[in-house]
C-alpha cells in the first residue's frame, strides 16, 4: 500500500516520505505496537479493500474549490463520511445567513470573522472553534484582512462536491 501512496502524494504536489532527509523520529515503523487502548494495534485494522474510501494526501490549494458568493472561496476535501472545507474570505465579504442539515464544526486559522450561530455573534480569531448543529441558521462577515477558517461538515456537503472544480 506504500507504493500507492507514494504515487498519490506526488501527484498531489507533495514530497514523498522516502524523499525527505529527516530521520522519520516520532514516525510508526512497521511492527509498531503501543500501549494506548483506544487505538487499535495495526495488524487488526481494515484491510485496504475494506475501507470506506482510498488514503491520501492533498496540497490544501490545489483542492477542487467553488466562489459561492463574491469574496467567498472554498477548496473541498471529502472522507466518507466527512467534509474537510477551507474558506478563504475576503476583507468585509460575508457568508449571508443560511441553513443545512449538515453538522458543521468550524475553525479560525487566520485573520478575524464575525460569526453570527442563531441569536449570538462572536469575533472569533485564530484558535477560535465553533459547532453548528443542522438546521441551525448561521452566517459570517470577515475582518478587516479577511479571513481562512476551516469548516468540517458531517455528513459531507454534496452540494459543495458537486460545485468544486
Not at 522516502?18 to 495488524?43: C, I, K, T
Not at 496540497?59 to 478563504?88: F, H, I, Q, S, T
Amino acid at each position: 500500500m506504500m507504493g500507492n501512496t507514494e504515487a498519490v502524494a506526488t501527484t498531489k504536489g507533495l514530497q514523498p516520505m522516502a524523499q525527505r532527509s529527516n530521520d522519520n523520529a516520532g514516525v510508526a515503523q512497521p511492527g509498531h505496537r503501543h500501549d494506548a487502548a483506544f487505538w487499535v494495534q495495526p495488524e487488526e485494522a481494515a484491510q485496504s479493500e475494506e475501507l470506506a474510501f482510498q488514503p491520501a494526501f492533498y496540497d490544501v490549494d490545489k483542492l477542487p474549490g467553488l466562489e459561492p458568493v463574491a469574496g467567498v472561496r472554498m477548496n473541498v476535501m471529502v472522507g466518507g463520511a466527512m467534509m474537510a472545507n477551507w474558506v478563504r474570505i475576503e476583507p468585509g465579504a460575508a457568508v449571508p445567513t443560511h441553513a443545512h442539515e449538515h453538522e458543521q464544526i468550524g475553525l479560525v486559522l487566520e485573520g478575524e470573522i464575525l460569526m453570527t450561530i442563531g441569536d449570538e455573534t462572536r469575533a472569533l480569531v485564530p484558535g477560535h472553534a465553533y459547532t453548528i448543529p443542522g438546521n441551525l441558521p448561521h452566517s459570517a462577515v470577515a475582518g478587516p484582512q479577511g479571513c481562512l477558517v476551516l469548516d468540517i461538515f458531517s455528513p459531507p456537503r454534496e452540494d459543495y462536491r458537486a460545485a468544486a472544480k
